[in-house]
């Protein structure tokens, strides 16, 4: 889930006041776990999930982070959803931040979600999904990366989808973890100048560069 990079975490009761527009927020329950229900019941507009039985929102993503989830949708899931049956490896349904209830107190939000189609035949009116994702896919923020990086990956971990890449858009790099057992076993990480075959999705090569907003151009020397 995607969050300003400028703010920073912090913990409000069910009757806290209002909070900064770019502050990624989690919204305690105070005397009982927070269900799907509370989602449902969220302002339009207002992004969330159900981690811990805690309400958690945050603002919506920056540019970057949109140029990230877009060039994946289009790299991974061109080749193995749109292009299915027309050429491409297919076989998958690859979604952008859709409901996926691992457990009826943690609801998420991936960024980007796949299932192979044998495991998930329907899903478009689906509203969670409640089959675990083949692959999950977060993309980072300074202000997010602990609850991408341990909280949801701990969460996919229990709920034993096999495959997470975690990706930082400041650092320009993606890391591919594949599931081991009861942990995350790192495949590789990857950046700029990496032509790459990652799991689950080894059938294509991605050039990692592209998937990253461009590089800033060179500052040219001024004329004599």
């Known amino acids: 889930m995607s969050s300003n990079p400028n703010g920073q975490p912090r ?4 009757g806290g006041t209002s909070r900064p527009r ?3 927020l989690h919204v305690t329950a105070a005397l009982r776990l927070a269900t799907y229900d ?7 507009g207002e992004r969330g999930e159900i981690v811990r039985g805690s309400l958690v929102l945050a603002p919506a ?15 991974i899931g061109g080749a193995f959803d749109d292009d299915d049956g027309r050429g491409g490896p297919g ?6 931040e859709v409901d996926v209830r691992l457990g009826r107190h943690d609801i998420v939000r991936p960024d980007l979600a796949g299932w192979r189609r044998e495991r998930l035949l329907d899903p478009w009116d689906l509203r969670p999904i409640d089959v675990v994702p083949d692959w999950v896919c977060e993309i980072t923020s300074p202000s997010n990366a602990r609850h991408d990086r341990v909280t949801k990956a701990r969460l996919y971990l229990e709920a034993k989808a096999p495959f997470l890449w975690l990706i930082d858009p400041d650092t320009r790099v993606l890391e591919a973890l ?5 942990r995350w076993v790192e495949a590789g990480r990857f950046s700029d100048g990496d032509v790459v075959r990652i799991p689950p999705f080894e059938a294509i090569e991605l050039e990692v560069s592209r998937i990253f ?9 001024p004329a004599p």
Do not use: I
């Not at 920056?62 to 289009?74: E, F, T, Y």
């Not at 907003?213 to 020397?221: L, N, Q």
């Open 38 to 44: 509370e989602l449902l019941a969220l302002p339009d």
């Open 11 to 14: 913990t409000a009761g069910r």
């Open 91 to 96: 076989g998958w349904w690859v979604l952008l």
């Open 61 to 75: 993503p920056l540019p970057r982070h949109s140029k990230v989830q877009g060039a994946l949708r289009r790299f």
């Open 178 to 182: 594949v599931r081991e057992g009861e």
């Open 213 to 221: 907003p461009p590089m800033p151009a060179a500052p040219t020397e």
């Open 22 to 24: 770019d502050t990624f």
